[in-house]
């Protein structure tokens, strides 16, 4: 029988290191390998949190790169071969050749549980690799398995099988409810999200228990482990816990998301990064963008540089435009606009004014 390999890929971020920090604490003996793929176009402070992250571990993060025997950086090695065609929301070749690949290639054909940190308070899925050889779990979320899984599992040419999941288990005083749900099909009045997050109030355990169950019957990578911990785990971790988690670690917040003071006209706003990622991601809002000038010009001038041959990181904007005084101005204006509607004044963190940015992007360099 294949061995699983337990994988956890660390972006740089808050949120896969805080998921780190989270197994080992709750977990320590699942034999976790931790990775994080290397562009060569990261801001110090990302290798800082992987510097800190292996001190608490106690374990070495690998680092993949993709091109291993180029002499230059992983994005440039690619985009000389693209001939200087940047990568966009449109056209993301960045992650596909510099993260997913790296990461297929580290996997191979070993069966392979993939840990993601997404958090309970967001709405969104993340990778999921196409390869039936790879599982992705979400430990901080309600639901942990995956959407294909749960598309299989409560597919209504499950149903006989669902009862019987549900029947061996233990359901307490609330048997009779659960399964009632459990054998209503789904239909354009009953949809999959509704039966799926009424058994979840019904009970997290049972639930994950009657999954796991299910998916001994699967060929995915779970179908051959005798047990698995999380099973048991009914926590739901939001942004809070995260920083946190972090903060609690010693591991520390990544300073990119540490709050700068600016003025503009009289005025005084904050800006910081809401993500990890490469220094010129064109996910950035153009806020970001004015951060990274004002904090890191070298940067700043190392991303105008790659505008050339009509390409740029911002849809009918270069970045030369972009850091004219009076556009500076322009966007820092708007920003303190959008800030006063929409700030938590509980939280110190930027990233819940560029609460919308967040969400948007690649989740393989962001989470």
């Known amino acids: 029988m294949k061995k699983v390999r337990h994988l956890l890929g660390i972006s740089g971020g808050k949120d896969s290191a805080a998921l780190a920090i989270y197994m080992q604490q ?66 993301r070749w960045c992650t596909k050749y510099l993260k997913l690949d790296p990461f297929e ?31 992705s779990i979400f430990p901080f979320r309600k639901n942990i398995w995956s959407e294909d899984v749960m598309q299989k599992f409560l597919n209504n040419s499950n149903l006989e099988n669902l009862m019987n999941f549900y ?8 048997k009779d409810r659960i399964l009632e749900i459990v054998k209503t099909p789904i239909s354009l009045d009953f949809q999959l999200s509704q039966k799926l997050n009424i058994l979840l109030d019904l009970g997290i355990i049972a639930f994950n228990n009657a999954v796991f169950s299910f998916l001994k019957t699967t060929s995915y990578p ?3 482990e005798e047990e698995f911990p999380l099973i048991e785990n ?33 005025q ?14 064109f996910y950035q809002q ?39 005084p009076a556009r500076i101005t322009q966007i820092k204006e708007e920003y303190l606009k959008r800030s006063k509607r929409n700030s938590q004044p509980q ?7 560029l609460e919308d940015a967040e969400g948007e992007g690649c989740a393989s360099c962001f989470i």
């Not at 993601?116 to 709405?123: A, F, H, P, S």
């Not at 070298?298 to 904007?317: L, P, R």
């Not at 939280?347 to 004014?353: E, R, T």
């Open 234 to 266: 009914k926590d739901i971790l939001v942004r809070d816990d995260i920083f946190k988690l972090l903060r609690e670690s010693n591991v520390g917040v990544p300073g990119y998301y540490e709050k700068i003071d600016f003025e503009v006209n009289g």
């Open 105 to 135: 290639k580290f996997v191979g054909d070993d069966l392979v549980i993939s840990y993601v940190g997404i958090r309970g308070d967001e709405d969104r899925e993340g990778y999921i690799s196409r390869k039936s050889n790879i599982q």
């Open 26 to 91: 709750n977990y320590p003996n699942l034999e976790i390998e931790y990775y994080t793929t290397d562009t060569g176009k990261e801001l110090k402070e990302t290798y800082d949190l992987i510097d800190n992250l292996e001190n608490y571990l106690g374990k070495k993060i690998k680092r993949l790169k993709s091109y291993e025997g180029s002499n230059e950086a992983p994005f440039d090695h690619k985009l000389k071969s693209l001939m200087g065609f940047l990568p966009s929301a449109q056209n």
């Open 286 to 324: 153009k806020i970001e963008w004015i951060w990274l000038y004002e904090q890191h010009p070298d940067k700043f001038q190392q991303a105008i540089d790659y505008e050339k041959d009509g390409y740029t990181w911002i849809q009918d904007e270069t970045l030369s435009d972009l850091i004219k």
């Open 167 to 174: 029947s061996s288990l233990d359901l307490g005083s609330k």
């Open 222 to 224: 779970l179908a051959v």
């Open 347 to 353: 939280s110190p963190y930027l990233i819940d004014i």
């Open 268 to 281: 005084i706003g904050q800006y910081a990064r809401s993500r990890s990622g490469c220094y010129f991601c």
